[in-house]
Structures are given as structure tokens and as C-alpha cells.
């Protein structure tokens, strides 16, 4: 049993996560995800998938754009292996990622100095709360969309039996550095977890 499943004695479900022996946080992104995104943000020009896993949202975003360099730290089968988002400095138009859950302000911090255009995070929607991240990111750059998700997105270890679901909000941060003015906040419609699950 995973040992932060009941912390303190308590049920802790939104904690049932155990460690990932081939590199931290590593839970694939559902299809179902990404078609959300692509079909309400357009980018134009290349995409870094830059905690790319093994692929499963870089090969949803060549459906949209066949111009998709994909990249992780660790190597899980697929893309650039070695490669650490947070300390470069290689410029792209646009950048998509899922990042790993304990590195997402520094994930924001890199796509500000990477993506020239645009670049889009899934991250949870609480990563809107906190003074912190209010002083350093979002009274500075804060997002341009926050797309909210009405379904919940149930990420699993690789290779889990799928079943139960999500009880935690997420939502796609989207700056696009074309614009600016204030966050718009959209809600993304339900039914993309039906099509493409």
C-alpha cells in the first residue's frame, strides 16, 4: 500500500500516489486531454513537448501540428532522453507539456524564456491559489487563458488498471505572449472524454 494513502491515520484520497522508480511523477496524460486543447488553442509554428513520457500527448499534438519536437529528463521510450526543460535556454515558438506535479512553477518560469508564441501547461486549477506564486508569476505574467476542465482527468501510473475516477480539478494555463490584458478564464465543454477514450 502506498505509504501517503493515510497520512496521520486519515483517508487521504487525493494522495494516493507512490514513488516512480524510473523518475519522479510520471502518471501519462489521457488523450482526451490534449484534444481539448487542440481544439480550442491554435498554434502556429513548431511544438516542444518537453516532459514528453512516453509520448502520449506528443503524438495527440502531431494530429494538429505534424511539426512536434518531443523531449524528457528520463527515458521512457520516446523522444530526446536527457534533456532538462528547467535550465534551458533553446528558444521554440511554442511550447505543450503536462509538467511533473513538483516542478510546475519552475516549468512556467522556463516556458516564459523559451516559447516565443505561446506555450500551454496542465496543471491543477489550484495552482491559481497562493501568495507565492501570486508574487512571483501571476502579478508578472500571469496567464492569458485558463481553459477549466467540466470533466475530471484521472492520470494513472503507466500500465495501471484503469478504474475510479479523478477528484481533482485541473484546467490548461495558456500564455500566449502575442496578447496581453487580463487572464480570460473559459471552461472547456464536457464530452472529450467520451470521443476519445
Same mark, same amino acid.
Not at 500571469?142 to 480539478?169: C, D, H, L, Q
Given at each position: ?16 500516489? +507512490? ?12 488523450? =482526451? ?73 519552475? +516549468? ?46 484521472? +492520470? ?15 484546467? =490548461?494555463?495558456? =500564455? ?10 473559459? =471552461? ?7 470521443? +476519445?477514450?
Amino acid at each position: 500500500m502506498d505509504a501517503t494513502y493515510n497520512l496521520n491515520g486519515g483517508f487521504k484520497p487525493t494522495l494516493k500516489r +507512490f514513488a516512480d522508480l524510473a523518475g519522479p511523477d510520471f502518471y501519462p496524460t489521457p488523450a =482526451w486531454a490534449t484534444h481539448a486543447l487542440v481544439d480550442n488553442e491554435c498554434f502556429t509554428g513548431q511544438i516542444w513537448e518537453s516532459a514528453c513520457g512516453n509520448g502520449a500527448m506528443s503524438e495527440v499534438l502531431k494530429t494538429a501540428n505534424s511539426d512536434v519536437v518531443s523531449s524528457d529528463l528520463f527515458d521512457r521510450g520516446y523522444g530526446d532522453v536527457g534533456v532538462d526543460f528547467l535550465a534551458s535556454n533553446t528558444r521554440v515558438p511554442n511550447i505543450v507539456t503536462n509538467p511533473p506535479y513538483n516542478s510546475a512553477e519552475g +516549468f512556467v518560469k522556463s516556458g516564459l524564456r523559451c516559447a516565443e508564441k505561446k506555450f500551454a501547461l496542465l496543471l491543477r486549477l489550484a495552482f491559481l491559489e497562493g501568495a507565492k506564486r501570486q508574487k512571483s508569476i501571476f502579478s508578472i505574467s500571469p496567464p492569458t487563458r485558463v481553459w477549466v476542465f467540466s470533466e475530471r482527468i484521472t +492520470f494513472y501510473p503507466m500500465n495501471a488498471e484503469r478504474k475510479g475516477s479523478g477528484t481533482t480539478a485541473y484546467a =490548461w494555463f495558456v =500564455w500566449d505572449k502575442q496578447k496581453s490584458g487580463n487572464t480570460e478564464l473559459r =471552461w472547456l465543454p464536457p464530452g472529450y472524454k467520451a470521443a +476519445f477514450s
